[in-house]
């Protein structure tokens, strides 16, 4: 198994374009969830997903949009990117939403808005 | 709102020392996760606690949960340089029924000289 992965890299944008971050998992898990990382902090949810055709906000869902068309993936969708954007952006999903489950994380994009 | 605070934020230590990071909510929590996340990469699932009071080790890590299930602590024994990187509590926010959408501590960065 791959795991979870997650495409760009490393990705840098100018102010007011848009892009997709891409995230795929193979472990048949129903939960996703997308997470963003700011230097010296710890991370904050965006948007997730209980299944496929499911969605909803998380913490700090402005300036972004996601879908499930399918199990395996849920791509990220930032619009007339900005500066704040600038972050480490995380995917990561779970097998079950129980309190025993835990998440598996993707290896994260580093995007830079300039 | 629900916050998880850990202290310190940074610590660096010699090789062979001990460590520990605290993490301390403002709700009760059903359970606590702790991630490590070593530079440049991403968060890995190290333990979940569940039972008020209860200890768990790996190793040379030991876990522990308040008894009040609102505190959790983190320490290492005899520190290697291994064991370098950012160690993240998580708990479930509060009310979030079973989507396992998490509030994570802003984490503790731990440095070990050689």
């Known amino acids: 198994n791959a795991g979870v992965t997650q495409t760009p890299k490393f990705r840098i944008l100018k102010i007011g374009q848009s892009m997709t971050l891409q995230c795929a998992q193979d472990m048949n898990h129903n939960y996703m969830y997308w997470y963003r990382q700011d230097p010296g902090m710890g991370l904050k949810l965006i948007y997730y997903?209980?299944?496929?055709?499911?969605?909803d906000k998380g913490e700090v869902p402005n300036g972004y949009n996601v879908s499930r068309s399918t199990t395996e993936d849920f791509p990220l969708r930032l619009e007339l990117a900005a500066p704040s954007q600038t972050s480490v952006y995380f995917c990561?999903?779970?097998?079950?939403?129980?309190?025993?489950?835990?998440?598996?994380f993707g290896p994260g994009t580093r995007l830079t808005v300039l | 709102g629900q916050q998880v605070m850990q202290i310190p934020q940074y610590q660096h230590v010699q090789e062979g020392e001990d460590f520990t990071t605290y993490c301390n909510s403002s709700t009760t929590l059903s359970n606590i996760q702790w991630y490590k996340q070593r530079p440049g990469g991403h968060p890995v699932f190290l333990i979940q606690?569940?039972?008020?009071?209860e200890v768990k080790k790996q190793k040379r890590l030991t876990f522990q949960f308040g008894e009040a299930k609102k505190n959790s602590s983190l320490h290492i024994t005899a520190t290697q340089t291994t064991d370098v990187g950012t160690y993240f509590c998580a708990g479930p926010i509060k009310g979030s029924g079973n989507t396992g959408k998490l509030i994570f501590g802003q984490g503790t960065t731990l440095q070990v000289k050689p």
């Open positions: 990561a999903s779970s097998y079950l939403a129980t309190f025993t489950d835990t998440q598996y």
């Open positions: 997903s209980v299944g496929a055709g499911i969605t």
């Open positions: 606690l569940v039972k008020s009071g």
